[in-house]
């Protein structure tokens, strides 16, 4: 059986709920705004609170919160410390040739493929993972052809390390504990930085 309840009872707890939903709704409109204004809205600028300041071919990298901040880019290593993990990186195409188009990225370290979709974000139009043609991957994840027109960044462990350019395809590789840094040295190269 249904309980009855008096129409002042369920006033009264309609205008509790509301009270509870108005509050919750106004404490993360509060601190969306207060997190976005100490961000500083368009990426974090040089201020006092950083840690450090380095300065990189004329390009000022703030040290924030773990992050090296250039702009509205933000990477875990700076470019100096991604230069020596490989000799060299050649023949890798420019960021103009993932601009304003899908990204697909099929990572093993989730660290890199987080650092590829935060700052090839801003460049692509989308960033989303896929598989490689040649190699098993579970179902609805688009499978990626490097002959094709689409874009793909292969980040996987490796017995050396390597970044290679093989058509439409960028493959990052070696061992488990360098992905990420060679995933930003990936990037500074592509960007002009390095």
Sequence with gaps: MKRII???????KNRTNQIIVAGV??????????????QGGSGIQKDDSSDEVLTYNGLDFVYYNGFWILGKLSFRYN?????NIIPSVDGLRDA???????L???????DSKSEI??????ISSSVDSACLESES??????IISCDGTDKL??????????????????????????????????????????
């Design 6 to 12: 008096s129409k002042h009872h369920r006033e009264r």
């Design 25 to 38: 709704l106004l404490f993360v409109m509060l601190f969306s705004t207060l997190g976005y204004a100490f």
């Design 79 to 83: 470019p100096e410390e991604v230069l």
């Design 96 to 102: 103009s040739l993932y601009q304003n188009i899908p």
């Design 104 to 110: 697909y990225v099929q990572s093993e370290d989730s």
């Design 117 to 122: 979709e935060t700052n090839m974000g801003i």
């Design 137 to 142: 991957c579970g179902e609805g994840i688009p």
């Design 153 to 194: 960044i292969v980040i996987r462990e490796g017995n050396s390390s390597s970044i290679r350019q093989d058509g439409n395809c960028v493959f990052i590789e070696g061992k488990s504990y360098e992905l990420l840094q060679m995933t930003d040295r990936f990037l500074f190269e592509i960007l002009g930085i390095i």
